[in-house]
């Protein structure tokens, strides 16, 4: 059962923290006349939404492996490895 929430309590925050970095980039576009301003952070912020968005793909990607295998795959388990390190990098970069 704690298994269960905690993936879901996972899915769901992975999924907000996507959607929220998404939206602010898109309303920061828009408002720069969908033209990425000059100095180092837009280009660092334009680097962490490519990085989320990246992260997000990589669990999804990951957790399909994990469900639709029988058996913990070695492509599914190093997916699952990447994905938890480079939330750990991301989560530090940011």
Known sequence: MYVRV?????RISGFLIFLATF????????????????GLHPAL??????CVSALTIGGITARML???????TTLALRIKMGHKLFGYLVLFIS
């Open 6 to 10: 905690s993936m879901w309590t996972h």
């Open 66 to 72: 994990l469900e639709k295998t029988t058996w913990n």
């Open 23 to 38: 939206i602010m980039a898109m309303f920061t576009f828009n408002r720069n006349n969908w033209n990425l301003a000059d």
């Open 45 to 50: 912020g334009l680097t962490m939404v490519c």
